[in-house]
């Protein structure tokens, strides 16, 4: 069988791996300070459209609450004025969660009012139990038997 592949002899060209580094790094030197550059570029323009926009608001009415500055607070959003966001966004489910859940136990463990004009209260559960064992459980009245409800039909 022949060898169909030629062998190379000292004298001829070699092919490279026709990787220029030179050039790979002229790239990232340009494409970094393109970066760069646009950053510049944006957040100046950011701070003159703001700077304009401060010197061209009408002012605000004297009656005017104040402007909300939201924040995170408690897992949630808060705009730090009178009226909140609705629906109350989350943001940390877990703290609102903990805080959810220890209200819930708080109102399982304490006496308080659930409707004051009405008189109804609160208790705790333990309280609970033991009056459920003092006063027995409320029992309704005997029902009357069919044959009885029959007979009251049929006059």
């Given amino acids: 069988m022949s060898d169909t592949k030629p062998h190379a002899t000292p004298g001829d060209p070699v092919e490279h791996d026709a990787v220029n580094f030179g050039a790979l790094g002229w790239f990232v030197v340009i494409l970094t300070g393109t970066v760069l550059v646009s950053q510049?570029?944006?957040?100046?323009?950011?701070?003159?459209?703001?700077?304009?926009?401060?010197?061209?608001?009408?002012?605000?009415?004297?009656?005017?609450?104040?402007?909300?500055?939201?924040?995170?607070?408690?897992?949630?959003?808060?705009?730090?004025?009178?009226?909140?966001?609705?629906?109350?966004?989350?943001?940390?489910?877990?703290?609102?969660?903990?805080?959810?859940?220890?209200?819930?136990?708080?109102?399982?463990?304490?006496?308080?009012?659930?409707?004051?004009?009405?008189?109804?209260?609160r208790l705790p559960i333990e309280r609970a139990k033991e009056l459920v064992l003092e006063r027995g459980l409320p029992v309704r009245q005997q029902a009357p038997s069919p044959e009885a409800a029959a007979e009251g039909a049929a006059r």
Avoid at 48 to 54: G, P, Q, V
């Fill in 40 to 121: 510049l570029v944006v957040w100046g323009l950011y701070e003159w459209y703001s700077a304009r926009a401060e010197r061209t608001d009408a002012p605000r009415p004297a009656v005017a609450g104040e402007p909300a500055r939201p924040a995170i607070d408690n897992g949630g959003i808060s705009t730090g004025t009178d009226r909140e966001l609705s629906p109350g966004l989350l943001v940390d489910e877990r703290a609102v969660l903990q805080r959810f859940l220890a209200e819930e136990r708080r109102a399982q463990q304490e006496y308080g009012w659930i409707d004051e004009g009405l008189g109804i209260v």
